[in-house]
């Protein structure tokens, strides 16, 4: 355990580029002796022999050279559910907590809210009420916020809005809520020549502006839900304006067209927590060769938050029954996980 | 001339992975010395110094540690057009070749082709009567050859072509019908910290199955036009099958909305050859800070061919205007290409 002890504190303090140099060098040297040195530390800040067992298992079985089961870095492509998956979801999904301060920001603009909902009941702080009509007046929450403006405009409010708002429940940024384990996991994936990218159902401009900086995951591997654009030259300088209409849904089967279109190529691995990400899953199980699958179950009432079958938020039903039927790997965040965010747990 | 000399001689003989490696080991190591030995050597075949010191000054403006014009690595995106870019496109664009000579191995399977437009034409050997019908026409010819089967499927197929199908003025394969400044750009540019991606109107799954190897440009970089994707358990194994049905057209607006849905940053470098890349251009050189845009005039009617205003194919007319009002770099192939093809010249 010595060697885990010792990688874990160095990811601790911040020192993860030097890994990511040393292996990055490691695979550009193939013919060498430090192709040899692949990073086989496991991950996870873990309880669970079985859980971390599979993953690294996996990993050396692709990644050592001459194995029958031997995938080229260039095939190593790891896909990542974001809400519940990297970062936590309850009350609401984070993004939708955007929304729905920008609606109070944006009221003054719109006195016909005032009457109108599910606005009305927003602005009089009744969530409840305004939410009661479902995913329609989610949709128009969202739209109204997330359109009608350049896309380097909304780019900035949402780094305004995700460098100081706060968690109600923790009070910590929405940016500390990710999972610690998930953070080694890519670091881990990274280190052994994975591509890691993010598939989510999401807004696609909203995770980008902090993807990089919180996950070291780059805009361009980030797979999401996108409204539709414009292109305009406004006094000459071409610029792009955020439409009010839906371009590309995200979810559930839209996960693995998402990744067709986006990456083309079939993840070997990939990672989620609710039936949306059930498609994606086994997108990636049904390529050939040795394939990856985990599902993040949120077992943890007191850490974090318990719920699955019946949650409206994160439901984990149909996702957990085929995991059972396929032998996919369940993290048990209660039993699996020492630690859940990086500053300890709820 | 000598150091240049010795670059090209290198990359020729295959070995742009050796410097490929030695860069990318330059760029891992920002505080050590060797992040000073970025390779600054010309790329193009070339006599044109001026085309030449535009490209140059630029890119070393941009990598220069401490430079104001300084753009970190993260941020060096190049958006290349394809066709009459990369590679040629008379007679008729590569990706139609293909198409075309689909219909005829599909034909058995559709009797009613006989009598139908634009097939009856085409089966009869009738190019110009079939393509009479102008983009409907083709639409049609390109829809029923890319949709009816699996991403796989699809993909086995165009191996299967793109290794022996021919180009009829050259007798060389499509894949050798590249050019070899482009080729070099692209190295010098990668070998320079610059992430390169291609950005063309040509469908997604078509280009993708040989783009790593002839350009050196990962499917997950490649951003086109695509069609609709329906996931589907076959058997239990999850497929995705191409509908007939169009997604996104990545053409002239189209290019800048692709970018930003797909890559997530603005390019700062951007390279065309047509009115259909004239957005593309603008919004690269619609970003803060140095830009660069250049556009290959097809000049050279004895070694390639000379095409522009007034061409049905690659038509350049709005965008030579554009590049002359706004300062662009133009190639002139006749004079400043010094090499056409790696075999040389039509």
């Known amino acids: 355990m010595a060697s ?7 990811t601790r303090r911040g020192m993860s580029a030097v890994l990511a140099a040393f292996t990055a060098f490691a695979i550009l040297l193939p013919g060498s002796g430090l192709s040899q040195t692949a990073v086989t530390s496991p991950f996870f800040c873990s309880n669970a022999a079985a859980t971390e067992k599979a993953i ?13 089961d031997f995938v080229p870095p260039t095939e190593r492509i790891a896909t990542f559910d974001n809400d519940g998956t990297l970062w936590a979801e ?7 907590a955007f929304a729905l301060e920008r609606v109070k920001v944006l009221a003054p603009l719109h006195p016909e809210w005032k009457d109108k909902e599910p606005f009305a009941s927003l602005l009089k ?3 409840k009420g305004a939410l009661a009509g479902g995913e329609a007046a989610i949709f128009e929450i969202v739209t109204v916020t997330h359109s009608g403006m350049t896309t380097e405009e909304f780019d900035k409010i949402v780094r305004d809005w995700i460098t100081t708002a706060k968690h109600p429940t923790t009070g910590k940024l929405y940016t500390e809520m990710v999972y610690q384990p998930m953070l080694e996991l890519l670091a881990y994936l990274r280190g052994n020549g994975f591509k890691t990218f993010i598939v989510s159902g999401g807004g696609i401009d909203f995770m980008r502006v902090f993807a ?4 070291g995951i780059p805009p361009e591997q980030i797979v999401r839900s996108s409204g539709n654009l414009a292109f305009e030259l406004r006094d000459g300088r071409a610029i792009l ?6 371009n590309f849904n995200d979810d559930k089967a839209g996960k693995p067209i998402g990744i067709q279109t986006h990456i083309g190529r079939r993840p070997i691995a990939a990672f989620g927590n609710s039936d949306g990400d059930l498609q994606m899953l086994e997108w990636a199980r049904g390529g050939g060769g040795v394939r990856f699958a985990l599902i993040v179950h949120h077992t943890d009432a007191e ?3 318990a719920y699955d079958r019946s949650s409206s938020i994160g439901r984990l039903d149909k996702a957990l029954n085929a995991a059972q039927a396929e032998g996919w790997t369940v993290v048990d965040m209660k039993n699996d996980w020492k ?3 990086p500053f300890g747990s709820k």
Chains 1, 2 share one sequence.
Do not use: A, C
């Open 339 to 341: 630690t859940i965010f």
């Open 56 to 68: 690294v298992t996996f990993v050396e079985r692709v990644t050592k050279q001459g194995s029958p």
């Open 241 to 246: 304006m955020k439409l009010p209409t839906f």
């Open 4 to 10: 885990r002890n010792r990688f874990f504190e160095v």
């Open 212 to 215: 990089d900086r919180v996950y």
């Open 90 to 96: 309850p009350p609401i999904y984070f993004q939708l």
């Open 303 to 305: 850490r974090e938050w």
């Open 125 to 127: 702080g009744d969530l």
